[in-house]
DNA sequence: GAAGCTCACGTT
DNA sequence: ACGTGAGCTTCC
């Protein structure tokens, strides 16, 4: 080779979050790693005195910087990520204003982010003599090596001292890096010659039976097997087996093996279903699309119903036909076994299936099959948009609207956006589906940026079910004071006596398992975080929702040293105890975070739903999504208005696509389907929609709402979030920002705040917000995001953190609400 | 993020 | 003169 004795040069973004070493380092890659090392590889790098895991963003030739250093290690077979996605991460860590790192490690697998251990050990030369102002130290290292944050809490050490004794050479400081990533190994048994066992056979005595047996197994099948089935096959135990391998007849086998989390579960191959001339109509205007070399983005809007799966599909197999390659985006997948089984019935082995009940190992496994070119579609949640296909020809987002594509913590970013720019890159499709669109997806398409595609028919001319709206202030005046009105009950009633199912759904307001004290009122918050600690039943401990600090539950009130203090147990549980007392006959399956934490926990109460082992389903939200069952023929809503008051614009939107999808589950095969929805504001145009079933009147009203008040899509809207650990300085800061912004574009912006954030305070960093709302006419994000970028280099502290979100998908305060 | 440096302060 | 902790720079 002509370039052989040429050095070449990687630049990497470290693994280190932070301002300054946002922006890649130069090695040198040592020439046995040429061909190791390529864009994207992960790599390990020697960075200041540490050990650090890199991605390579650029490949080069020359290099300017006098003291490079090498590149230590390559850590995958094939890079995690394409020269795509490195590219992708350039335009999140820009759009998002985070740091490049952090863009590219939220698109590789959570194993992939390493794990680093700081270990001290005693080296040779050291003498207990050498330690004698920290004997404990010596007896422990002696021992074993342990960890730095162990040795630094022991109470007789010293920073200084470690320091001295690293010096002099009597103890050595390692930094390892934890590699997560774990290969599923199985145990295999392999057997000598079929010639020789057959000789070993002859020799052996007739009262040797089972290994005589095990014997004759490998000569009528030579091939290596699972100890596992082995042990099934002949009927014997392990010591017999390892008998063997000790006499060297057998002998073990490690091999990797992919885990395959949908293996024991049968899937039935499906055919395509015959389209209706609606749904024909439709997919003939995706196909069209399909072959077109340029990317577009198309709204399909249809009824609940009305078969978006099957054109999906479709749609898939069209893609797979032109030997490209498709990401499937589902909420919250797990949650959909039936829309997972479609897929796999209709592709098989060719599915790459991303939720998030699998365990990293086997997400890992799933990811690798999609990056090796095992599988061409992927599906998932979220992050599935990064799937690390090559050849994409088509992304879908079902539920379009769902607030799960929005990541909650940073980058904050979109899927949708996301897939967009990704579409873009390929000149792909995007797909877009959505029974109640979002409106800001919805008013794209209204002004030509996306194509409208409508479905208004239900497959096979399955009726609407009945909704029914009751007025709980109603049953308070006729003195029915339980949650259940009348009509519920009697509708409860006739529905489990005719045989059938009915779903339950409570939907619900932030945490409820809190602890308060009855006699005061007081309630226990994180002494970190200024929120509501969670009770969990299981040990009886309190724990921080964010930052995991944990406290035993106190027997007495902390304030007022009551005895009566209360954990109020989650709504589901109190409404499953009503339904109880009532009638003690049903059998009920509870679905909420208590009963669900388990893995797998979801499918086994949903199997055991569908097995009709239950007469009724009750849940939260949770519940809402892709659920199939045909003996559901009554679907209840509780209290619909719990969520239309939450301290958010889109609360009324929200509500109606909830409630909307709820009344879906009703009677979706024979039988006809009846909804009954309980209510305090029935005069709200959101509840009122839902109940007519029309998505075009709730449109029309929520859109003069948007456009009155000035919200998306009529405004642009961005939150800034500051954080610090000193409130003075941050409250300093923030008030000298908002000043700024006020007076360089206070013309074209409307600059809200700073007030302190929906949580005040995280992990002991305090959080303050401000908001910016401007015409969305004017391309401003820009000049913001510089604007912000200047201040955070002038300000020169490091303590502060800007946090920028984009996307509106954010809990606006009460304070802030207009 | 964290090691390693400088610098100011306090101790012998 | 030296130990100690705090702030600041640097990392290729």
């Given amino acids: 080779m002509e370039n052989e004795n040429k050095v070449s040069y990687a630049e990497v973004v470290v693994d280190v979050p932070a301002t300054p070493t946002d922006r890649p380092f130069d090695y040198r890659i040592p020439t046995t790693l040429q061909d190791a090392v390529q864009v994207g590889s992960r790599v390990q790098v020697p960075f200041g005195s540490q050990r650090r895991i890199g991605y390579v963003t650029r490949i080069k030739s020359n290099c300017d910087f006098s003291r490079v250093r090498s590149i230590i290690q390559v850590m995958d077979v094939m890079p995690p990520l394409t020269e795509e996605l490195v590219e992708l991460g350039d335009w999140i860590a820009d759009e998002y204003m985070c740091h490049r790192i952090s863009a590219l490690q939220a698109m590789v697998p959570a194993v992939l982010r390493g794990k680093y251990q700081k270990l001290v050990s005693l080296t040779e030369n050291a003498q207990a003599a050498d330690f004698s102002a920290s004997p404990s130290l010596y007896t422990r290292l002696k021992k074993s090596s342990l ?60 009262r040797n039976k089972k290994q005589r047996q095990i014997l004759q197994f490998f000569i009528d099948k030579p091939e290596p097997i699972p100890l596992k089935q082995l042990l099934i096959e002949v009927n014997t135990t392990r010591s017999t087996i390892t008998k063997c391998v000790e006499e060297n007849w057998l002998f073990w086998e490690e091999r990797q093996e992919n885990r395959n989390p949908y293996a024991n579960v049968e899937i039935l191959q499906t055919k395509p279903l015959l389209l209706t001339k609606e749904q024909q ?69 060719q599915v790459a299936v991303l939720h998030s009940g699998l365990s990293h190992g086997e997400k890992y496994d799933e990811w690798r099959k999609i990056r090796e070119g095992h599988c061409s579609v992927a599906i998932g949640a979220r992050s599935a948009i990064f799937a690390p296909f090559t050849r994409l020809g088509l992304i879908i987002i079902d539920e379009e609207h769902e607030s799960s594509y929005k990541q909650e913590d940073h980058p904050k970013y979109h899927a949708r956006a996301v897939a967009q720019w990704r579409a873009k890159h390929h000149g792909a499709t995007l797909l877009l589906g959505s029974a109640t669109p979002a409106m800001e997806s919805y008013y794209q398409a209204e002004n030509g940026e996306y194509r409208l595609l409508e479905l208004s028919e239900r497959v096979q001319g399955r009726p609407f079910p009945a909704i029914e709206l009751v007025d709980m202030r109603n049953e308070l005046r006729q003195g029915n004071r339980s949650m259940f009105s009348k009509s519920l009950q009697r509708e409860l009633q006739r529905c489990i006596e005719r045989g059938e199912q009915a779903v339950l759904f409570l939907n619900r307001r932030g945490f409820s398992t809190f602890v308060m004290c009855r006699a005061c009122g007081e309630t226990i918050d994180c002494p970190h975080c200024e929120i509501t600690l969670t009770y969990h039943r299981t040990n009886d401990t309190l724990r921080c929702h964010y930052c995991g600090y944990a406290t035993q539950l106190p027997s007495t009130c902390p304030k007022c040293e009551s005895p009566h203090i209360r954990h109020f147990g989650t709504g589901t549980q109190r409404v499953e105890e009503e339904l109880l007392r009532h009638f003690p006959q049903w059998r009920i399956i509870r679905m909420d975070v208590d009963t669900t934490t388990r893995k797998g926990s979801h499918q086994k109460l949903l199997g055991a739903f569908g097995r009709h082992e239950a007469d009724i389903l009750l849940g939260t939200q949770m519940i809402a999504k892709g659920l199939d069952f045909p003996l559901v023929t009554l679907v209840g809503v509780i209290t619909a208005d719990t969520m239309l008051h939450l301290p958010d614009f889109r609360s009324a939107e929200r509500t109606f696509q909830l409630l909307t999808q709820v009344s879906g589950r009703a009677g979706r095969h024979q039988q006809p389907g009846k909804v009954v929805i309980q ?99 004017v391309e401003l994000i820009g000049q913001i995001k510089k604007k912000l970028r200047e201040i955070q280099e002038r300000s020169n502290d490091k303590h502060l953190r800007i946090i920028i979100d984009r996307d509106g998908h954010f809990h606006i305060p009460e304070k802030l609400y207009i």
């Avoid at 999906?312 to 985006?329: G, M, N, P, S, T």
């Fill in 147 to 206: 960890d730095w944050e162990e040795v630094c809490k022991l109470p007789d050490v010293r920073l200084s001292w470690l320091r001295e004794w690293v010096q002099q050479g009597k103890i050595q400081i390692e930094m390892k890096i934890h590699d997560r990533v774990t290969e599923k190994k199985v145990r295999y048994v392999s057997a000598i010659e079929p010639s020789q066992l057959l000789q070993i056979i002859s020799t052996l005595p007739e």
């Fill in 281 to 349: 109509l439709v997919y003939s205007q995706i196909e069209r699309n399909l072959f077109t070399p340029h990317s577009e983005t198309i709204l399909l809007h249809g009824v609940t119903g009305s078969g978006k799966t099957e054109l999906y599909l479709q749609a898939i197999a069209k893609v797979l036909d032109k030997q490209q390659e498709a990401i499937v985006l589902v909420p919250e997948i797990s949650l959909t076994p039936q829309m997972v089984e479609r897929f796999k019935g209709r592709f098989g082995d």
């Fill in 679 to 777: 209510s305090y504001s029935l005069d709200h145009y959101s509840i009122r929609r839902v109940a007519d079933q029309n998505w075009s009147e709730f449109y029309k009203e929520e859109y003069d709402t948007r456009k009155k008040l000035l919200y998306p899509p009529f405004c642009g809207l961005v939150q800034l979030l500051f954080t610090h650990p000193d409130q003075i300085k941050l409250l300093q800061i923030t008030g000298q920002i908002a000043g700024e912004l006020r007076s360089a574009l206070g013309q074209q912006i409307q600059i809200l705040g700073p007030v302190p954030a929906m949580i005040p305070r995280i992990k002991d960093r305090y959080r303050i917000q401000i908001l910016l709302k401007f015409p969305e006419e």
